[in-house]
C-alpha cells in the first residue's frame, strides 16, 4: 500500500510517499480501508523527533482517520465489514482500574495511534488497522473528509471545556488559535454551552471564520494588545476560563486575562514549554491551572452527538492527495490553515 514513511528525524524532506506492506491483524483489531487522515501537530512532532517520547521507526503518521471497515479479527465482536467508522486514536490496556474507569490516558501503556504506535502504524496510509475498542461510528450527515478532521481536535476540545473547565451558560472564554483546529471547535463549544468566545487569531481571515462559528468578540493579536482588549471587552474584570495550547508566548497574557477565580485549561504549548507564573495571583487571585491531554473514548461519543445534530460543524481548510503530506505539513508550520488541512488517499 502507499504511504507517507520516514525513517529517521529531521526536516520535511525526510518523508516519503512510497510502498509498505499492509498492517498485519490482531486478534482484537479492525483494518480500515482509509477515506481521509488529518493532519495534526503531533505529526510533525514525531517527525521532528520530541524529548522524552520514543518515535518508533520506520514511521507513519497520522492520528485522525475515517474509513470502512475492510476486515476485522478473529476475537472481534460488534464491528463488521462495511462499517463507515472513525478512530479515537487514544489507545489503552483495556484492563487497568484507569482503562475500566474510561481514563485510558493515565493507563501505563497509553499510546496515541500514529504517534508512539509503529513501525509503519498510522493514519497516514491508504490501510490502517486499531485495536476494536478504539473505532467510533461515523456519523452519516457528514463527509469522510469532516470525519477525518474531528477525533482528536474535538474529544480534546471537549474534555478542556466541558469535562476540566466545567463551561457553563454565561461564561466569557478566551480562545486562543481561533481560526486553528482546536480554536474552531473551541468557539463551537463555547456557543452550545451558551457560553461567550473571545476568539484571538494573527489574522481577520481567520477571525471572521471565528465569528461564524460563533465567537461574540474577536482581538487581531498582530495588530492588538490581547490581555488590554480582554480588560476592555470584561469591563476589567477578566475571562472565566482561557482555553490555551500556544504555551510559553502567550501564557502571561492568559494568566493575566483571567477574573479572580478563574481557570486556565491547558492542552499543549506549540511555542514552547518553558513559561512563567507569578505565583503571587495564582494565590491572590484563586486561579486555577488545569492540564488536559486528549480525551477519552466517552468524551469523542459524547461530543459526536452534538456533531450528529449539526450543533457542532467540522471545519476542513484544505484537502490534499495524501502524496501532498509535505505541503500539508509546511502549512501548519508557517501556521497558514484556517480549520483542519485532511489528506485523502
Ligand atoms: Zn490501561
Not at 482528536?152 to 471545556?161: A, Q
Given at each position: 500500500m502507499k504511504a507517507i514513511v520516514f525513517d529517521e528525524h529531521g526536516e520535511i524532506d525526510k518523508l516519503r510517499y512510497t510502498d509498505v506492506p499492509e498492517p498485519v491483524l490482531g486478534a482484537r483489531d479492525v483494518m480500515i480501508k482509509v477515506r481521509a487522515a488529518a493532519a495534526n501537530y503531533t505529526d510533525i512532532w514525531a517527525r521532528r523527533g520530541m524529548p522524552g517520547v520514543s518515535i518508533i521507526m520506520p514511521h507513519i503518521s497520522g492520528s485522525d482517520a475515517a474509513g470502512e471497515v475492510v476486515d476485522i479479527g478473529s476475537g472481534v465482536e460488534g464491528v463488521s465489514v462495511g462499517d463507515e467508522v472513525m478512530i479515537h486514536p487514544g489507545i489503552g490496556c483495556q484492563q487497568c482500574q484507569y482503562c475500566a474507569n474510561g481514563e485510558e490516558f493515565f493507563c501505563r501503556n497509553f499510546k496515541i495511534w500514529g504517534f508512539q504506535t509503529g513501525p509503519l502504524d498510522g493514519g497516514h496510509a491508504e490501510y490502517a488497522k486499531i485495536p476494536v475498542s478504539n473505532v467510533v461510528y461515523k456519523p452519516s450527515n457528514i463527509s469522510w473528509e469532516e470525519a477525518a478532521s474531528l477525533p482528536?481536535?474535538?474529544?480534546?476540545?471537549?474534555?478542556?471545556?466541558?469535562v476540566r473547565a466545567r463551561i457553563r451558560p454565561g461564561d466569557t472564554v478566551l480562545v486562543w488559535g481561533a481560526g486553528g483546529g482546536l480554536g474552531t471547535m473551541a468557539v463551537q463549544v463555547c456557543k452550545l454551552f451558551n457560553a461567550r468566545a473571545i476568539a484571538v487569531a494573527s489574522s481577520d481571515a481567520k477571525l471572521s471564520k471565528a465569528s461564524e462559528?460563533?465567537?461574540?468578540f474577536t482581538i487581531n493579536r498582530s495588530?492588538?494588545?490581547v490581555a488590554q482588549e480582554v480588560r476592555r471587552i470584561t469591563e476589567r474584570r477578566g475571562v472565566d476560563i482561557v482555553f490555551e495550547h500556544v504555551g510559553q508566548s502567550t501564557w502571561p497574557d492568559s494568566v493575566r486575562s483571567l477574573r479572580y477565580g478563574g481557570t486556565v485549561v491547558v492542552c499543549g504549548a506549540t511555542t514552547g514549554f518553558e513559561a512563567n507564573t507569578d505565583l503571587r495571583f495564582l494565590w491572590n487571585k484563586q486561579l486555577n491551572l488545569l492540564g488536559s491531554?486528549?480525551?477519552?473514548?466517552?468524551?469523542?461519543?459524547?461530543?459526536l452527538s452534538f456533531v450528529e445534530r449539526g450543533l457542532i460543524s467540522p471545519v476542513v481548510s484544505e484537502i490534499l492527495p495524501l502524496k501532498e503530506v509535505p505541503k500539508g505539513q509546511t502549512l501548519m508550520e508557517e501556521d497558514e490553515a484556517v480549520g483542519k488541512i485532511v489528506y485523502v488517499p
Open positions: 482528536l481536535i474535538l474529544e480534546t476540545v471537549w474534555r478542556m471545556l466541558v462559528m460563533g465567537a461574540e495588530e492588538q494588545d491531554h486528549m480525551g477519552s473514548k466517552a468524551d469523542l461519543m459524547d461530543a
